[in-house]
């Protein structure tokens, strides 16, 4: 395609030399860019669409990076980046690799923060606001939020603050009537009055806080958006403009399937089908089916998600199967945890399942209501692992070392379909304490051992036992374990004992002990942070021992953009280089 607009823009002051009339051209040229990446490599497509108009007229009033620009979770802002001088990335192939998925400072001097998460976007700004007014600086400040944001506590806390700001701030609230999935929560029945209202019903969350409200019903009429942020530019005090947009705008498929588009893999235009389909099991499917059959005679289990059902395998049929068993609390992970607890108090069942990027934001709730309240929650945790989710956004290694430091919790990590399945009965069974299930993410394995079905108290299975050798290989890293204690065995001919821990909290002392009178060296794999997690415990309780401990995993730092086969082979985690450094 010949984009005569978009290839002219180097910054957003090129924006600004456009006719207005003309803009509408440029919306076409950035759809048909997002097409252009979206097919091939996939990403978050409802989002983007719906905002395009909302970017242009941004970047046509306001003068960034002067005036800031904050992306609540950063997901919408591909419109964004192309306007900033990175069209390329979304034009031309071979430039792909040039951007990631959120906003990111060092991309660009036209975004504020790394953000990948939700509902952070409001108090970012606030600060922002404050460091400019004390340091005498001028400009504008703009937090863009959406997508079923407003209902993180996080939000809820930003506006708050807010209300009593006297100084310029700019809270756009882009109401597409959609979150992940549809919206949860009491506040959006009084966005869909003021949008019935035209923004004049009584009702008003946002002047009930204390902020200045200005509404367009528009959203994706780029000429009414121009107007509208002309109108509140250098304002002196902080207002809302809430901006009523059509999430998936410009793809009927998008626009009709909001839930199913928000985020999408490569497919073919034409058709709206993936390009690689995946098929087999999955570890979502296998939930949400043993979630269904223990339904059928057990009516006191209770499915919490926050926002995001289908990441663990809820689709609609499925939800709507499960009745008033299942629970959406919109984007309120802390609400989601304190709510399991008062269900399990009351003698439920509550399953919270989540990835572990968004669990996150959750360690106060397991540490105060949950465990300490000894309530059993068991929280399902979906994509801890190297295998998971590979933005620095997103990725969830930290959550060995986070949760399974929290007193009166226990940390279960299968390593196979059937053990997967046995740990999430107990753990739904059992009365005593909250647990953390990691999901497998390496793949569905069947389990090539006998599976116990005793969880209670700390034991380590072992698999295989031999001599010199030790290797404890947790949950996802089974596997690699396995292949590890095969080759160092053909390679020294003598076999390699081979633990299955199945627990990153505590220890099997006396398995452990055992190991002492035939084993010099001992291997510890664990899928996650070293520091504070798995590993580091064993090598402590083998502290004043006559023992080796070698422990593999991963640094504590922010990966960004993984390739696995690399930070692996990094990391040294694979069987030849574990073989090499113990020899």
């Known amino acids: 395609m010949d984009y005569k607009y978009l290839n002219a823009i180097n910054g957003p002051e090129d924006v600004k030399k456009i006719p207005e009339d ?17 097919t091939k490599i996939g990403g978050h497509f409802g989002p983007n669409f719906g905002i395009v108009e909302m970017a242009i007229a941004l970047h046509y009033v306001f003068e960034s990076p002067k005036d800031q620009l904050v992306f609540d979770v950063a997901h919408q802002s591909y419109p964004h980046k192309m306007l900033t001088g990175r069209a390329k990335a979304y034009t031309d192939d071979e430039h792909f690799g040039d951007v990631g998925g959120f906003t990111n400072p060092a991309e660009s001097e036209h975004d504020m923060f790394y953000i990948g998460h ?54 756009v609230v882009n109401d597409n009537e959609q979150s992940i999935a549809e919206n949860h929560g009491g506040l959006y029945k009084n966005l869909a009055s003021l949008r019935e209202s035209g923004g004049k019903c009584e009702t008003n969350l946002f002047r009930s806080m204390g902020l200045d409200y200005r509404y367009v019903e528009e959203g994706n009429d780029v000429s009414a958006l121009v107007k509208a942020f002309r109108e509140v530019k250098d304002i002196d005090h902080p207002v809302v403009v809430h901006v009523h947009t059509q999430k998936g705008k410009g793809y009927e498929r998008a626009e009709k399937n909001r839930e199913n588009w928000h985020w999408f893999p490569p497919f073919d235009r034409e058709t709206g089908e993936p390009l690689n389909k995946w098929g087999g099991e999955s570890y979502n499917s296998i939930f949400a089916d043993h979630i269904l059959e223990r339904l059928e005679s057990d009516k006191s289990i209770v499915v919490v998600t926050a926002a995001v059902p289908g990441a663990v395998g809820l689709g609609r049929e499925v939800r709507t199967k499960m009745g008033k068993n299942y629970v959406d609390v919109g984007i309120a992970e802390e609400q989601a945890t304190a709510m399991c607890s008062g269900i399990a108090k009351n003698g439920g069942k509550p399953i919270f399942a989540t990835n572990a990027t968004f669990a996150q934001r959750i360690y106060d709730q397991m540490t105060q209501d949950v465990s300490l309240n000894g309530s059993a929650v068991t929280l399902h945790l979906s994509s801890a692992s190297i295998f998971g989710m590979g933005d620095a956004t997103h990725i969830g290694i930290s959550a060995i070392g986070m949760f399974s430091n929290i007193p009166g919790l226990v940390y279960m990590c ?71 204690a095969e080759y160092i065995g053909e390679k020294t001919g003598r ?13 099997d002392e006396k398995t452990l002990e055992g190991l002492l009178a035939d084993h010099r060296t001992i291997v510890t794999l664990e899928d996650g942070i070293l520091d504070g997690g798995f590993g580091q415990k064993v090598a402590s309780f083998y502290g004043d021992k006559d023992v080796r401990v070698f422990n593999y995993g991963f640094e504590r730092k922010f990966y960004d953009g993984v390739n696995v086969k690399e930070v692996m082979e990094e990391r040294r985690l694979t069987p030849e280089l574990i073989y090499e450094d113990i020899m």
Not at 138 to 152: E, K, P, R
């Open 495 to 507: 076999k390699v004992t081979l633990i299955n821990p199945r627990f990153a909290t505590g220890l």
């Open 414 to 484: 299968p390593t196979g379909k059937e053990e997967y399945l046995a740990m999430l009965d107990h753990s739904i069974d059992q009365n005593d304490h909250p647990v953390v299930l990691a999901v497998p993410c390496d793949g569905v394995n069947h389990t090539a051992y006998p599976v116990c079905t005793d969880f209670d108290g700390v034991k380590y299975q072992v698999c295989e036992k031999g001599e010199d050798v030790a290797i404890l290989a947790l949950g996802d890293f089974f596997n690699l374990g396995r292949k590890a």
């Open 22 to 38: 003309k803009l509408p051209e440029l919306a076409a040229e950035i759809r048909e860019a997002l097409f252009n990446r979206l």
């Open 118 to 171: 939700t509902s952070t976007s409001v108090s970012l700004a606030t600060g922002l606001a404050q460091g400019r007014d004390v340091t005498g600086k001028s400009g504008n400040v703009i937090a863009i939020i959406g997508d079923g944001s407003l209902s993180g506590g996080e939000a809820l806390e930003g506006l708050d603050y807010a209300g009593e700001m006297n100084t310029n701030l700019i809270i």
